[in-house]
C-alpha cells in the first residue's frame, strides 16, 4: 500500500500541472472553517464513485496551502456536516500534513445520499468534472428505484378490465398452474 503522504503529494502535483481538481478529487480553502457549499460535495461523491476532498489547499493560488490551516477544527466540522447527509457519511478520514487533510469519501449503496435538510430532490448532487451539479427529480427516482427489485408488476391498474388480456395466453397459464400446483389453483374456475 503506497505512502497517505507520498499519494497526497502525488495528488498535489497533478492538481497543480492541471490547474483544476477533478471529478474524483476536490479542493477546499477551508482554513478555519468549511465551506457551505460542503454538504453538495459529500452528497456528489457519495452519489458517483466516491473521491477524495482536500482541505487547506487554495486552487486559485496554484494548489497552495491557505494561512491558518486548522486541520483539528476542520476535521471535527467535517464529521459533523457528514452527519447532515442521509444516509449518513462516513468518511475514511486522517490527518495528513498540517497543510493538507484529505479524506475519502466511498459510493454509498442507499443512493442517493442527499442533504437531510433539503431533502431527496433539492439536496441530492452528484460529481461531475471538477464540480457538484444537483440532480433531477427524474435522476432522484431511478437511483431510488434502483435499491430494490421493481414491483411494477403486481400494481394494480385500474383502467384495465379482463378483456385486455390475451385469452389464449391466459388459458395456457392458468392450465399451467393447475397442472405444477393443483392444491393451489386445481379448484379454481
Known amino acids: 500500500m503506497q505512502d497517505p503522504n507520498k499519494l497526497l503529494a502525488k495528488i498535489v ?10 471529478q474524483l478529487v476536490e479542493v477546499k480553502e477551508a482554513a478555519w472553517k468549511l465551506p457551505e457549499s460542503i454538504g453538495e460535495t459529500l452528497s456528489a461523491f457519495m ?3 466516491g473521491g477524495i476532498l482536500i482541505l487547506g489547499l487554495s486552487e486559485r493560488r496554484g494548489f497552495t496551502p491557505v494561512e491558518g490551516f486548522n486541520a483539528r477544527r476542520l476535521h471535527n466540522a467535517l464529521l459533523s456536516a457528514c452527519d447532515t447527509i442521509t ?3 462516513r468518511p475514511d478520514s486522517r ?4 497543510k493538507s487533510w484529505p479524506p475519502s469519501f466511498l459510493r454509498s449503496n442507499l443512493r442517493p445520499a442527499y442533504i437531510t435538510d433539503r431533502g431527496p430532490v433539492a439536496g441530492s448532487f452528484i460529481r461531475t468534472g471538477d464540480g457538484d451539479k444537483r440532480l433531477t427529480h427524474y435522476e432522484v ?12 408488476d403486481t400494481e394494480h391498474v385500474s383502467e ?30
Open 95 to 98: 490527518s495528513r500534513a498540517p
Open 160 to 189: 384495465a378490465s379482463v378483456t385486455d388480456l390475451d385469452a389464449a395466453v391466459l388459458k395456457t397459464m392458468v392450465e399451467r398452474n393447475r397442472a405444477m400446483t393443483p392444491s393451489v389453483f386445481g379448484g379454481m374456475a
Open 47 to 49: 452519489n458517483h464513485t
Open 141 to 152: 427516482d431511478r437511483m431510488c428505484e434502483s435499491r430494490m427489485q421493481p414491483v411494477w
Open 87 to 89: 444516509p449518513p457519511c
Open 13 to 22: 502535483r497533478r492538481l497543480r500541472t492541471i490547474g483544476t481538481d477533478t
